[in-house]
């Protein structure tokens, strides 16, 4: 089971944290990836961190402004929001999928995550 949480409102320019906690025999052998929601649109990758923590991979829409990282001993993924814009606004998903020991590869598309949180809502103001 995965729970995202850290969601909220906040001004344009802001920092938000959301975190994901994987709960579950094995976290640890699972890549974690965050993908948004946002009214009217398609969900869409955001960024995504392998088993061992050591790739990662971010949509260009984010890239500079956000930072995936994994706490092993917590079994939570977080994903520091910064330099936040209005069209970030959206319901915010942890997904993740077991993959293999050594597979570094993290995917983009929500077909080859198995679980999935209940979404957290960001909310970004001009």
């Known amino acids: 089971q995965l729970q995202a949480s850290g969601g909220g409102l906040v001004q344009a320019g802001g920092s938000l944290r959301l975190s994901c906690v994987i709960s579950?025999?094995?976290?640890?052998?699972?890549?974690v990836a965050w993908f948004r929601q946002a009214p009217g649109k398609e969900r869409e990758f955001v960024g995504g961190i392998s088993r061992s923590g050591g790739n990662t991979d971010y949509a260009n829409s984010v890239k500079g402004r956000f930072t995936i990282s994994r706490v092993s001993t917590k079994n939570t993924v977080y994903l520091q929001m910064n330099s936040l814009k209005p069209e970030d606004t959206a319901v915010y998903y942890c997904a993740s999928k077991q993959t293999i020991l050594g597979v570094e590869f993290i995917g983009t598309d929500t077909n080859e995550y198995n679980y999935w949180g209940q979404g957290t809502q960001v909310t970004v103001s001009s």
């Open positions: 579950g025999p094995s976290s640890s052998r699972y890549a």
